[in-house]
């Protein structure tokens, strides 16, 4: 299993930025494949993830009105679409999978099966 992320960079505030996960063995309908960031000094964190088997999606609040996440069968690629980015949503993004059950869990970050590399996002002001 692979996922690879790509899509960061330096952007200014309020700019916008779309990250891909190119997946590679496993599929929507057997995990539930989502972004997740870590901070500078910070824990990292639940962003966003969709399901198909069941059709599922969820947004943590902190990007829910600034952020889609969608995905391509046909690539297997899930991407998040990221609009009016702030200095505090710079960080280390990471394209994580795992049973839906377990990404919905408080304790979801000991629970998830597969993590890609991250791809760094640097907001400036």
């Known amino acids: 299993v692979q996922l690879v992320e790509s899509g960061g960079g330096l952007v200014q505030s309020g700019a916008s930025l779309r990250l891909s996960c190119v997946v590679s063995?496993?599929?929507?309908?057997?995990?539930?494949i989502g972004w997740f960031r870590q901070a500078p000094g910070k824990e990292r964190e639940r962003l966003s993830f969709?399901?198909?088997?069941?059709?599922?999606?969820y947004y943590a609040d902190v990007m829910k009105a600034r952020s889609t996440i969608s995905w391509n069968n046909a690539k297997n690629t899930v991407f998040l679409q990221m609009n009016s980015l702030k200095p505090d949503d710079t960080g280390v993004y990471y394209c994580?999978?795992?049973?839906?059950?377990?990404?919905?869990?408080?304790?979801?970050?000991?629970?998830?099966?597969?993590w890609g590399k991250g791809t760094l996002v640097t907001v400036s002001s």
């Open positions: 994580g999978a795992g049973p839906l059950w377990a990404l919905r869990k408080d304790d979801w970050s000991k629970l998830v099966d597969y």
């Open positions: 969709v399901s198909t088997q069941p059709s599922s999606v």
């Open positions: 063995g496993i599929t929507l309908d057997t995990h539930a």
